[in-house]
């Protein structure tokens, strides 16, 4: 078999060639970083760097962009202009329009294009097809809402040199934009925030012709430094040329038809010293510094999705999935920009103290962050965002960019994956296996083994002959199958799905028009183009249950290889002048591809049989900016060692902040074969990431989770059975991140914006607005952590009640045990448990709850604790026409009561209900635990329910404090009805 270019490492797992090796050795092996573009590997990065250094190291450096004079206009909350660039060269000018809107959210959108020549002014090269103008869809496939401008922005000031508008809630908010050089500062309350251009670094790389030059003969092996030297003495300035037309790496040349065509800007984060986002990183939640010094990175983080095989940890290289949303943040304030560009992104962060201001209030200077933004081509396009909290600006993001979909509920279960059930009788015999040692689990996974040769939606007819069989054995305790779709389409003959994706020509496009052919798992393939239409149509009609035969309702898709991975091409992925739909290059839409495929499923899913209408549910390796609205996202192909168990907590958290929370990391390590303590704590950790799921490469011994042998069987069986009896708290906390972005895991930064020390703390989590404070055991041999305390509440120990000696802003050293999952409750909150284990989450549907009401330190106050529990049919979307039930439980320590009453101030009896409402009917509070309860409640026997109309007694349990555990109190056979008004008195 020929391979173009030099195999991928991927490549050669998929030949076997190394497949004993990375069975014996394979946690050693590392990504071949070599094999991925360092900044100054990629032309538009290097040249933008250098244009940084050249610019901040001069000190009479003045950006050669101007607003034309007399250009500006304001109306309706939108300000345009056009900037006008000087070429240094050539003393011409290009004219780019911006265009500032100021939206009624309050979020400000600035946007720079390129003004449009003439036809014939600009030719392409090798008489391309792509598409000349810059790329401006992005906006189309990222956005979806919150778009509508503010009228009541208005021009606080303007003089020929500069306007001020005012905008935003009570218009706090200002912008001014300066118009020699251009420059915008984004002010809250009278003082900057967020500055634009402030350092000189705007960059629009201009559309030029090519001017042929007569090139010296190159003879390989020859080298041309001379050559080079000549070239640079005769080119003006520092402009290098050597890659604006084209440009090689790793044996793969990029024709570059536009020429150089890069956006770039300096922004500034004033007074503030943490920025977070951007994700995926294998790096620390609050981002490094990127230019070199004592613990900082050499590099940029990258922003280009790829199939990063091992990747290596601490490092601001790309990883599978991009969004470009950076909050920044100190004490009492969160601002942030969301730089919506889908090409190839580089982000140099660097900080300092305030040079202009040394002597500013209180004698401290202040720290400066300074983000350089490098995009290979499209719109410089940002939003700005001035926050002040960090809820608010998940938020706005989330009504730019849309919320995480409403999940299928068995979603937030245990997920049993591996690199493959080898067989329908495999499957059967895991599944059997999980409930003999009373291991609850929702759904079982096929990776790519299950398909005929790698032709998906097909069967490997002599390993699973009986697919419906086994999706029934499934079905039985309410189990689903996941099974993976790729993008890329086995090229042969006899497959129907590849011969019609020819026929009616709907792959992604080599640069020169035709079918884009490259090798992927199945050999020589073509990729589906999402981005069309027709192709999106067609990937729909592949799902039909009786197309997509030995599918059924319980079974769901994962898509994975969507960067999209090409093993022979440049950087395992596409090349960037292949095209889409509507001739747009990959390198306008790369970031995006990933997003486009995961919704062509999602649509596919939910058009999979008329008149049947449910959430889908399918897992996606590649994402962008709005990919949270149809799935969940996994980290990718991790190991089996304790510094990716470790990895994973910062990654889940900046996915959370970054809008897309329904992510998780593979359980045990992807690579390599996790030791008992390993895997153990991995489950224990893994019960805490919104998505759950154990997964292990083809050459990973066997680790399904009762293989392990006790006392870890026992164990990993507790941490299962811990996610299940806290669903109905996970599945409300999903329900806020549905409604407002809110993330379902959260950094302290997020719930205290106000404590410094624990700003850049990455290692430990509330989960939802439970008051449950995780932190997981991430080093080997460990048998206590250290948990930062955030605030002055009382903590207790989830398990034993003990009340935690806990101080404001210092650590406390808990005792972890093997056994034992640190995890704290904060006093103040009431969360729901179900607590009765059984085999899966569909089988809890209907079973009764049990209330916990964590006691605060002022346990006397009117709203002494709250929480709420939202619970709808877990899998149609009948929620959305009030098909659910939201309760809000509040503890009142004056009156001594908790009431229950809709959360949102429904009149709940004016519901009319359906067949799952009606069923709710008989479920019920089972039981209530009071951790915490006055010491006066000794001797209490009954409390008072009050319900319906209806008043009786429930049966009360006091346990007295003893020995550092916190007094409680059970109420037990409750009896009120869950979607119910209640009081109980105590
Ligand atoms: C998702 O698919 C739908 C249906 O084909 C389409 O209307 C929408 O534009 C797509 N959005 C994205 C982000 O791909």
Same mark, same amino acid.
């Given at each position: 078999?020929?391979?173009?270019?030099?195999?991928?490492?991927?490549?050669?797992?998929?030949?076997?060639?190394?497949?004993?090796?990375?069975?014996?050795?394979?946690?050693?092996?590392?990504?071949?970083?070599?094999?991925?573009?360092?900044?100054?590997?990629?032309?538009?990065?290097?040249?933008?760097?250098?244009?940084?250094?050249?610019?901040?190291?001069?000190?009479?450096?003045?950006?050669?962009?101007?607003?034309?004079?007399?250009?500006?206009?304001?109306?309706?909350?939108?300000?345009?202009?056009?900037?006008?660039?000087?070429?240094?060269?050539?003393?011409?000018?290009?004219?780019?329009?911006?265009?500032?809107?100021?939206?009624?959210?309050?979020?400000?959108?600035?946007?720079?294009?390129?003004?449009?020549?003439?036809?014939?002014?600009?030719?392409?090269?090798?008489?391309?097809?792509?598409?000349?103008?810059?790329?401006?869809?992005?906006?189309?496939?990222?956005?979806?809402?919150?778009?509508?401008?503010?009228?009541?922005?208005?021009?606080?000031?303007?003089?020929?040199?500069?306007?001020?508008?005012?905008?935003?809630?009570?218009?706090?908010?200002?912008?001014?934009?300066?118009?020699?050089?251009?420059?915008?500062?984004?002010?809250?309350?009278?003082?900057?925030?967020?500055?634009?251009?402030?350092?000189?670094?705007?960059?629009?790389?201009?559309?030029?012709?090519?001017?042929?030059?007569?090139?010296?003969?190159?003879?390989?092996?020859?080298?041309?430094?001379?050559?080079?030297?000549?070239?640079?003495?005769?080119?003006?300035?520092?402009?290098?040329?050597?890659?604006?037309?084209?440009?090689?790496?790793?044996?793969?040349?990029?024709?570059?038809?536009?020429?150089?065509?890069?956006?770039?800007?300096?922004?500034?984060?004033?007074?503030?010293?943490?920025?977070?986002?951007?994700?995926?990183?294998?790096?620390?939640?609050?981002?490094?510094?990127?230019?070199?010094?004592?613990?900082?990175?050499?590099?940029?983080?990258?922003?280009?999705?790829?199939?990063?095989?091992?990747?290596?940890?601490?490092?601001?290289?790309?990883?599978?999935?991009?969004?470009?949303?950076?909050?920044?943040?100190?004490?009492?304030?969160?601002?942030?920009?969301?730089?919506?560009?889908?090409?190839?992104?580089?982000?140099?962060?660097?900080?300092?103290?305030?040079?202009?201001?040394?002597?500013?209030?209180?004698?401290?200077?202040?720290?400066?962050?300074?983000?350089?933004?490098?995009?290979?081509?499209?719109?410089?396009?940002?939003?700005?965002?001035?926050?002040?909290?960090?809820?608010?600006?998940?938020?706005?993001?989330?009504?730019?960019?849309?919320?995480?979909?409403?999940?299928?509920?068995?979603?937030?279960?245990?997920?049993?994956?591996?690199?493959?059930?080898?067989?329908?009788?495999?499957?059967?015999?895991?599944?059997?296996?999980?409930?003999?040692?009373?291991?609850?689990?929702?759904?079982?996974?096929?990776?790519?083994?299950?398909?005929?040769?790698?032709?998906?939606?097909?069967?490997?007819?002599?390993?699973?002959?009986?697919?419906?069989?086994?999706?029934?054995?499934?079905?039985?305790?309410?189990?689903?199958?996941?099974?993976?779709?790729?993008?890329?389409?086995?090229?042969?003959?006899?497959?129907?799905?590849?011969?019609?994706?020819?026929?009616?020509?709907?792959?992604?496009?080599?640069?020169?028009?035709?079918?884009?052919?490259?090798?992927?798992?199945?050999?020589?393939?073509?990729?589906?183009?999402?981005?069309?239409?027709?192709?999106?149509?067609?990937?729909?009609?592949?799902?039909?249950?009786?197309?997509?035969?030995?599918?059924?309702?319980?079974?769901?898709?994962?898509?994975?290889?969507?960067?999209?991975?090409?093993?022979?091409?440049?950087?395992?992925?596409?090349?960037?002048?292949?095209?889409?739909?509507?001739?747009?290059?990959?390198?306008?839409?790369?970031?995006?591809?990933?997003?486009?495929?995961?919704?062509?499923?999602?649509?596919?899913?939910?058009?999979?049989?008329?008149?049947?209408?449910?959430?889908?549910?399918?897992?996606?390796?590649?994402?962008?900016?709005?990919?949270?609205?149809?799935?969940?996202?996994?980290?990718?192909?991790?190991? #089996?060692?304790?510094?990716?168990?470790?990895?994973?907590?910062?990654?889940?958290?900046?996915?959370?902040?970054?809008?897309?929370?329904?992510?998780?990391?593979?359980?045990?390590?992807?690579?390599?074969?996790?030791?008992?303590?390993?895997?153990?704590?991995?489950?224990?950790?893994?019960?805490?990431?919104?998505?759950?799921?154990?997964?292990?490469?083809?050459?990973?011994?066997?680790?399904?989770?009762?293989?392990?042998?006790?006392?870890?069987?026992?164990?990993?069986? #507790?941490?299962?059975?811990?996610?299940?009896?806290?669903?109905?708290?996970?599945?409300?906390?999903?329900?806020?991140?549905?409604?407002?972005?809110?993330?379902?895991?959260?950094?302290?930064?997020?719930?205290?914006?106000?404590?410094?020390?624990?700003?850049?703390?990455?290692?430990?989590?509330?989960?939802?607005?439970?008051?449950?404070?995780?932190?997981?055991?991430?080093?080997?041999?460990?048998?206590?952590?250290?948990?930062?305390?955030?605030?002055?509440?009382?903590?207790?120990?989830?398990?034993?009640?003990?009340?935690?000696?806990?101080?404001?802003?210092?650590?406390?050293?808990?005792?972890?045990?093997?056994?034992?999952?640190?995890?704290?409750?904060?006093?103040?909150?009431?969360?729901?448990?179900?607590?009765?284990?059984?085999?899966?989450?569909?089988?809890?549907?209907?079973?009764?709850?049990?209330?916990?009401?964590?006691?605060?330190?002022?346990?006397?106050?009117?709203?002494?604790?709250?929480?709420?529990?939202?619970?709808?049919?877990?899998?149609?979307?009948?929620?959305?026409?009030?098909?659910?039930?939201?309760?809000?439980?509040?503890?009142?320590?004056?009156?001594?009561?908790?009431?229950?009453?809709?959360?949102?101030?429904?009149?709940?009896?004016?519901?009319?209900?359906?067949?799952?409402?009606?069923?709710?009917?008989?479920?019920?509070?089972?039981?209530?635990?009071?951790?915490?309860?006055?010491?006066?409640?000794?001797?209490?026997?009954?409390?008072?329910?009050?319900?319906?109309?209806?008043?009786?007694?429930?049966?009360?349990?006091?346990?007295?404090?003893?020995?550092?555990?916190?007094?409680?109190?059970?109420?037990?056979?409750?009896?009120?009805?869950?979607?119910?008004?209640?009081?109980?008195?105590?």
């Amino acid at each position: 078999m020929h391979v173009a270019g030099p195999p991928s490492s991927r490549w050669a797992a998929y030949l076997g060639l190394l497949s004993a090796l990375s069975a014996a050795f394979a946690p050693a092996v590392a990504v071949k970083e070599h094999d991925f573009k360092k900044c100054h590997q990629s032309g538009f990065c290097q040249r933008n760097r250098a244009f940084a250094d050249h610019a901040l190291a001069s000190t009479a450096w003045e950006s050669p962009y101007t607003i034309a004079a007399e250009s500006g206009s304001f109306k309706d909350g939108q300000y345009q202009a056009v900037i006008l660039k000087t070429v240094s060269d050539s003393g011409e000018t290009v004219r780019l329009p911006i265009t500032v809107s100021f939206l009624e959210s309050g979020t400000a959108r600035v946007t720079v294009d390129e003004e449009k020549r003439q036809k014939g002014e600009i030719e392409l090269r090798h008489d391309s097809k792509a598409r000349k103008e810059r790329y401006n869809e992005a906006e189309q496939w990222a956005i979806v809402g919150g778009m509508t401008l503010d009228k009541a922005a208005k021009i606080g000031y303007e003089d020929k040199t500069q306007i001020t508008v005012k905008y935003g809630p009570s218009s706090k908010f200002e912008a001014t934009i300066k118009l020699s050089p251009f420059s915008i500062d984004f002010k809250r309350d009278g003082s900057s925030q967020i500055k634009f251009n402030d350092q000189g670094l705007l960059n629009v790389e201009h559309w030029r012709p090519k001017i042929e030059k007569p090139e010296p003969e190159k003879t390989e092996g020859e080298s041309t430094e001379e050559n080079k030297a000549e070239e640079t003495k005769e080119e003006p300035k520092d402009e290098d040329e050597s890659t604006w037309w084209d440009e090689t790496f790793g044996g793969n040349t990029d024709t570059k038809p536009r020429g150089p065509e890069s956006v770039a800007l300096d922004i500034s984060f004033v007074g503030y010293e943490h920025v977070y986002g951007i994700p995926s990183h294998a790096s620390s939640l609050s981002l490094k510094q990127t230019r070199g010094g004592d613990g900082n990175y050499q590099e940029p983080y990258r922003m280009y999705n790829a199939d990063v095989f091992e990747y290596i940890l601490d490092s601001p290289m790309t990883l599978y999935g991009s969004i470009p949303f950076m909050q920044a943040h100190r004490k009492d304030s969160s601002v942030g920009v969301f730089w919506l560009n889908a090409a190839e992104t580089w982000v140099d962060i660097t900080k300092g103290k305030d040079a202009k201001n040394p002597l500013s209030l209180g004698g401290k200077a202040k720290t400066n962050t300074h983000t350089h933004w490098i995009s290979e081509s499209g719109l410089l396009d940002v939003f700005v965002f001035l926050g002040p909290t960090p809820k608010d600006l998940t938020a706005k993001y989330g009504e730019l960019t849309g919320t995480t979909a409403m999940p299928q509920e068995f979603s937030l279960g245990y997920h049993q994956c591996r690199w493959n059930y080898v067989s329908d009788d495999d499957v059967k015999d895991v599944d059997r296996k999980m409930d003999k040692f009373k291991m609850p689990y929702d759904v079982i996974w096929l990776d790519i083994e299950y398909t005929d040769e790698k032709k998906y939606f097909t069967w490997d007819k002599h390993t699973f002959t009986d697919p419906i069989g086994m999706g029934k054995q499934l079905d039985s305790h309410g189990r689903k199958l996941v099974t993976i779709i790729d993008p890329h389409i086995k090229n042969v003959d006899n497959y129907p799905v590849v011969a019609e994706m020819k026929s009616k020509d709907l792959g992604v496009k080599n640069k020169e028009g035709n079918l884009f052919e490259g090798w992927c798992w199945p050999g020589s393939s073509h990729w589906i183009d999402a981005f069309s239409p027709a192709s999106r149509e067609w990937w729909s009609s592949l799902f039909k249950y009786d197309t997509f035969k030995g599918t059924m309702e319980n079974t769901w898709i994962w898509n994975d290889m969507n960067e999209p991975s090409v093993f022979n091409g440049p950087e395992t992925t596409m090349p960037k002048d292949n095209l889409h739909d509507g001739n747009w290059e990959h390198r306008d839409v790369h970031n995006l591809n990933g997003m486009t495929f995961q919704n062509a499923t999602y649509h596919a899913l939910i058009t999979r049989k008329p008149g049947e209408l449910r959430r889908p549910f399918v897992l996606t390796r590649s994402f962008f900016a709005g990919s949270q609205r149809v799935g969940a996202m996994w980290t990718g192909d991790n190991q #089996a060692a304790w510094d990716h168990l470790q990895a994973s907590i910062p990654m889940i958290l900046s996915q959370g902040i970054a809008g897309f929370p329904f992510s998780g990391a593979d359980v045990g390590g992807f690579f390599g074969n996790p030791d008992k303590d390993l895997l153990t704590r991995w489950y224990q950790a893994g019960a805490f990431y919104p998505f759950f799921r154990g997964h292990a490469h083809i050459d990973a011994r066997r680790r399904e989770p009762y293989l392990i042998g006790e006392p870890y069987t026992t164990i990993i069986g #507790a941490a299962l059975r811990l996610r299940y009896s806290l669903l109905p708290s996970w599945y409300t906390a999903f329900r806020h991140a549905h409604l407002d972005g809110t993330p379902v895991v959260k950094p302290m930064f997020y719930t205290h914006p106000s404590e410094e020390a624990g700003l850049a703390i990455d290692d430990q989590f509330f989960v939802g607005n439970t008051g449950l404070l995780a932190k997981p055991v991430t080093e080997k041999d460990q048998v206590s952590v250290d948990v930062w305390i955030p605030d002055a509440e009382v903590y207790y120990d989830y398990f034993t009640y003990a009340v935690v000696p806990t101080r404001k802003g210092e650590r406390v050293a808990l005792e972890a045990p093997m056994e034992k999952i640190p995890l704290l409750m904060r006093g103040g909150h009431v969360f729901a448990r179900r607590d009765v284990p059984r085999r899966s989450s569909a089988l809890m549907r209907w079973d009764d709850y049990t209330l916990v009401v964590t006691v605060p330190r002022d346990g006397k106050a009117a709203v002494a604790a709250e929480g709420d529990l939202y619970v709808d049919d877990g899998d149609s979307f009948d929620f959305q026409d009030g098909q659910y039930i939201h309760r809000r439980f509040v503890f009142d320590g004056a009156a001594k009561s908790l009431t229950s009453v809709d959360a949102e101030g429904r009149d709940t009896a004016a519901i009319k209900e359906g067949e799952w409402m009606q069923r709710m009917r008989a479920v019920g509070v089972d039981k209530i635990v009071v951790v915490g309860a006055p010491a006066s409640w000794a001797g209490k026997k009954s409390v008072t329910v009050e319900s319906e109309g209806k008043t009786w007694e429930a049966r009360v349990e006091f346990t007295p404090a003893a020995q550092g555990r916190a007094a409680f109190a059970v109420v037990k056979k409750v009896g009120v009805r869950i979607g119910a008004d209640w009081r109980v008195g105590f």
